[in-house]
RNA sequence: GUGGCUGUAGUUCAAUUGGCAGAGCACAUGAUUGUGGUUCAUGUUGUCGUGGGUUCGAGCCCCAUCAGCCACCCCA
């Protein structure tokens, strides 16, 4: 409780008893991408503060007040990232990864850090997935990154979700659009919620998810951006959702989807969990069809997505999916007396070395807690070697759900406990 | 950055009006001299978040500070 030293505000230790709760998710990740045929890219997780500032936007909280921005030794300004979209691109252009065939498809894991203040399902250094498919403005594209993500939470149990698609169109688009918005509130100005009056500024669009009655209702009949489409980018958008059709993804247009990074262009789309609270979001991307020119390589398309292994835990806490991929040993040593305790690693290696998972514990010395102790691991077998046993060099091996107990030789052991 | 609620044993939480800091769970030992989960008995565990103030006396009241939770904001 007062220990001297405590964890910095909005970070959290992951201990023994969800660490394995993290590394099944992860996993689930990683072999959902790979089976889509992504592969993994580890990037650092600090990069040069300009690398976010322009290409998330200046205006955006992010980059104006959330990054967690240094100088190092030699005055360079460095950033830990807030996000995993800008890195994987500055390294798909430095590395000339366009220069291989075909569309990159890469897929990364990692901590990101922003200074937020800390609710539920919001960490200043929060744990992201992520995947991110460039070289290619093919809808099938975006299709299949969405269906990746519906396969990886599909994979993990998850039901209490929706997928909600929109198109947000190009720069060209959405500056037509913001203005159209920017037209219509401006009159009501006086009436919105304060925050509203700077985003009308600022970020019209933002307006449209506003939480505040009055300003939900001043927005009732505003512009819908999918009437401001052009032919191209509606056309993008019909034959996306005929592939998440194709894909058996079920989703449902919502056209008041808004992504907060500036690079976003046509596709966006959120994977949502309503009952996790303000925070409800585990998972979003959308297309980037700007980002790896901006960013300095070629005029090359992108689509991506990101989200928190947080949230998906707690999605998944809620819907009771951990059950039995906690790591138990498969035997408990149990060893009575000063003769058997002296000699007790040399069966443990024998198991050991038979990919046989042991545990001993050398502080207990009554038959009694060892017992005990080997229950509470959950072993499946204890391996109990007394004075007995030593005499008539055999162990016996106690299945600790029938009960049930046998003399064996040491020899003969291996081979039994895998049966 | 703003607001509300909350910090007491390993953990979950009590403590009446300001008057001896408690309970469940967990843990340890025993009942049972070499056999776990249930039961019963006994026992251990405290910088009352931290620092100051008021008071004869503070876990309780006041101020500050740190942290947690939830929401605003932002966003994955």
Request: net charge neutral; with cysteine; charged share 25%.
């Amino acid at each position: 409780m007062s220990s001297k030293y405590n964890l910095p505000r909005g970070t959290y230790d992951i201990l023994p008893d969800v660490s394995y709760k993290w590394e099944y998710i992860i996993n689930v990740f990683k072999n959902t991408a790979k089976l889509f045929n992504f592969k993994e890219i580890v990037t650092p997780i600090f990069e040069e503060a300009d690398l976010f500032e322009r290409s998330s936007g200046e205006t955006s909280d992010i980059v104006s007040k959330e990054m967690y921005k240094f100088t190092d030794k030699k005055g360079r300004v460095f950033a830990l990232r807030p996000e995993g979209t800008a890195p994987v691109v500055r390294s798909f252009v430095e590395n000339n990864l366009n220069a291989q065939t075909g569309i990159q498809k890469l897929f990364y894991t990692g901590p990101m850090f922003r200074y937020d203040r800390p609710q539920k399902g919001r960490y200043r250094q929060f744990y992201q997935y992520g995947v991110e498919a460039i070289g290619s403005n093919h809808p099938f594209v975006d299709a299949e990154v969405i269906a990746l993500f519906y396969t990886f939470v599909k994979k993990l149990g998850l039901t209490d979700f929706e997928v909600e698609i929109n198109s947000v169109g190009n720069a060209r688009v959405a500056e037509r659009y913001d203005q159209a918005l920017t037209e219509y509130f401006r009159p009501h100005k006086e009436s919105l919620c304060y925050d509203c009056q700077t985003r009308l500024d600022k970020k019209p669009r933002r307006l449209l998810d506003c939480k505040v009655k009055t300003c939900q209702e001043i927005g009732k009949d505003a512009p819908v951006m999918l009437d401001y489409l052009d032919e191209e980018c509606s056309s993008h958008f019909e034959q996306v959702k005929k592939y998440l059709d194709q894909f058996q993804v079920p989703y449902s247009v919502n056209p008041k989807i808004v992504r907060g990074l500036d690079y976003y262009t046509h596709t966006a789309f959120e994977f949502l969990n309503h009952k996790l609270g303000a925070q409800n979001a585990i998972g979003a991307g959308g297309r980037y069809n700007g980002l790896v020119e901006q960013i300095g390589g070629k005029s090359l398309p992108g689509i991506g997505f990101a989200g928190g292994f947080e949230r998906l835990l707690l999605s998944m806490e809620l819907e009771n999916l951990f059950s039995g991929n906690e790591v138990i040993p498969q035997v408990f040593i149990v060893a009575i007396g000063e003769k058997a305790q002296a000699q007790v690693a040399k069966i443990i290696s024998l198991l050991r070395n038979e990919d046989i998972s042991v545990e001993y514990d050398p502080e207990k010395t009554s038959l009694k807690a060892q017992m005990k102790a080997a229950d509470k691991v959950q072993a499946r077998y204890a391996i109990i070697m007394g004075e007995d046993e030593l005499e008539r060099g055999v162990v016996t091996l106690k299945n600790l759900q029938d009960r049930k107990q046998v003399d064996v030789s040491p020899a003969e052991l291996s081979a039994l406990i895998k049966s």
